[in-house]
């Protein structure tokens, strides 16, 4: 798809801005979701391609604001739940739990 | 003087519009009232009324449809609409071969003397993708299905030229004046993402 | 430039999604807004092409999120202030009070409009002579065709970093020339203060199969406007 992720040519983006010295993850959750992609991924539960195509059909404006590591988590969840290992109602239960579980 | 901290915007846009308008009015750049008359010309007096009597007028007068696709700027003042955003009309006409379509890819390019200001949709993201890479996909989303033996032209507005769709005559008007016409005319007819529906 | 502005082709951004009776203006602000880019385009304070660069150059990620009005609102302050009407401490002084419901009076630099060259505010009266007439983009000037109707182009790949109207998904495209309609400026060379390099513009049609390949319908069409500098012959 022509897809807003294929940003080859495209201008506008402003400089690179790398950062000195990166380290190799910038907070506990980017380490969890590293985990928790490579895992799933092993078990051969999807392949790179479909993990791919989920992040290439995010809503452009999201995928241009959000980082790396949440397209990671925003694709695992869609392809997830693409390959029936749990349902959106299933989802929106652990979110409702975490956020339990914090306030309390 | 103290260095003081970049200021940032109101984060409410109407504030911020009100600031603009007030420093442009402090320094006589724009006058009040021009402001207001502004207002009144695009959000009242111009608007796709005009675009119908162009159609109306083309489906009840041969002479001034030839005219019309001839050189459509001319024809279109006969009935006293043209100026900002229309200043070089092209007219291009449905035919039982050909569904015209407009867009602007690119920004949001439209005839406002026939149609006054674009819809929201119009200048949107989906529809400036989509019209030129799925037209008919798009026209379905509207309602419009076009036969696969009817070529689909996309017209997209790079230049200054400004475009209008001159829809087919639905069946089983041929008793109305043009004044009756117009009324069955809508806006999204002359963009070409709607058909003109019988009275 | 090769900016998100450049959308045609683009997927991913989901249904159109039209407004059923959809008003003129969504927000009172948005009226207010129209009317002072209006007025301030009308009084000669910047080009159309300079101006859609401006909102070319937003962004992208504020490009898809921000409305319409909202380009045009945060770019008019940027073109402005590049021309010099007025100085970005004028506006922040006028948001540091942005609270009161009347802040007119606080810019710093209160009633003198500065400027290269003063423009002068259209008068109310001026509002239908100059908005029912407009200002065509044709130019006079006798200049020579490259190209004529039935003639077999192909359309430049060029990715200049600076304005253009060659959208990318016609860059490289064999097309035909429908139509020669006359002599324009040129906005690549407007957008930025350059000349009008007055040329040829032309209808160009494009088979979709060409454009899109194989899976596209195989009657149909795009006709587009270009200038002779996107062109080469086939």
């Known amino acids: ?104 | 003087m103290a260095d003081h901290d970049h200021t940032e915007p109101p984060s409410d846009t109407a504030l911020r519009v009100k600031a603009l308008e007030s420093l442009l009015l402090e320094k006589g750049l724009v006058e009040a009232d021009t402001l207001d008359a502004l207002i009144q010309l695009y959000e009242h007096n111009i608007g796709p009324q005009n675009g119908a009597k162009v159609v109306a007028r083309a489906w009840s007068d041969p002479d001034y449809k030839a005219r019309l696709l001839a050189d459509a700027t001319p024809a279109i003042a006969e009935l006293g609409f043209g100026g900002v955003q229309g200043e070089d009309m092209v007219v291009v006409e449905n035919t039982s071969e050909v569904h015209n379509l407009l867009v602007c890819t690119l920004c949001s390019c439209y005839p406002w003397p026939v149609l006054g200001l674009p819809p929201v949709w119009y200048k949107a993201a989906p529809y400036r993708a989509r019209a030129v890479s799925e037209p008919r996909a798009v026209l379905k989303e509207f309602g419009v299905e076009i036969r696969d033996d009817v070529e689909v032209r996309v017209w997209d507005s790079t230049a200054e030229l400004r475009y209008m769709v001159l829809p087919e005559r639905p069946a089983g008007t041929e008793g109305l004046g043009e004044d009756e016409l117009a009324a069955l005319v809508n806006r999204d007819s002359v963009i070409g993402v709607a058909l003109v529906e019988g009275a | 430039m090769n900016g998100i502005h450049d959308m045609g082709g683009m997927h991913g951004f989901g249904p159109i999604n039209p407004e059923i009776d959809e008003p003129v203006f969504h927000a009172d602000w948005e009226r207010r807004m129209f009317a002072l880019w209006t007025a301030a385009f009308a009084a000669g304070m910047y080009n159309d092409n300079e101006f859609r660069f401006a909102v070319e150059s937003r962004p992208p990620a504020d490009y898809l999120n921000d409305s319409y009005y909202e380009h045009w609102l945060i770019c008019m302050e940027q073109v402005l202030i590049n021309k010099g009407q007025f100085e970005r401490a004028d506006l922040e002084a006028i948001w540091a009070n942005a609270g009161n419901a009347a802040s007119a009076g606080n810019a710093a630099s209160a009633g003198a409009p500065s400027v290269e060259g003063a423009k002068q505010a259209l008068p109310a009266d001026q509002v239908i002579p100059v908005f029912m007439t407009g200002a065509s983009a044709r130019v006079d000037a006798d200049v020579a065709p490259k190209f004529k109707a039935g003639d077999a182009i192909i359309a430049r790949n060029l990715n200049p970093a600076g304005h253009t109207r060659l959208p990318r998904y016609l860059r490289g495209k064999h097309g035909t020339i429908e139509k020669d309609h006359g002599v324009f400026g040129y906005p690549d060379t407007m957008a930025h203060g350059d000349d009008e390099t007055p040329q040829h513009v032309y209808c160009v049609r494009f088979s979709a199969r060409e454009v899109w390949g194989e899976s596209a319908p195989s009657r149909d069409s795009f006709y587009v406007d270009m200038w002779d500098d996107y062109l080469d012959p086939a």
């Open chain 1, 1 to 104: 798809m022509d897809g807003i992720h294929d940003l080859g040519g495209m201008h506008g983006l402003g400089p690179v801005n790398p950062e000195s010295d990166e380290p190799v993850f910038h907070a506990e959750w980017e380490r969890r979701m590293f985990a928790v992609l490579m895992a799933t991924f092993a078990s051969g539960i999807y392949n790179v391609d479909e993990f791919r195509h989920a992040t290439e059909n995010m809503a452009p404006a999201d995928y241009l604001t959000t980082s790396y590591y949440e397209h990671w988590l925003h694709s695992l969840e869609q392809v997830m739940i693409e390959k029936g290992q749990f349902d959106r109602a299933e989802l929106e239960a652990a979110w409702s739990n975490v956020t339990a579980g914090e306030a309390a």
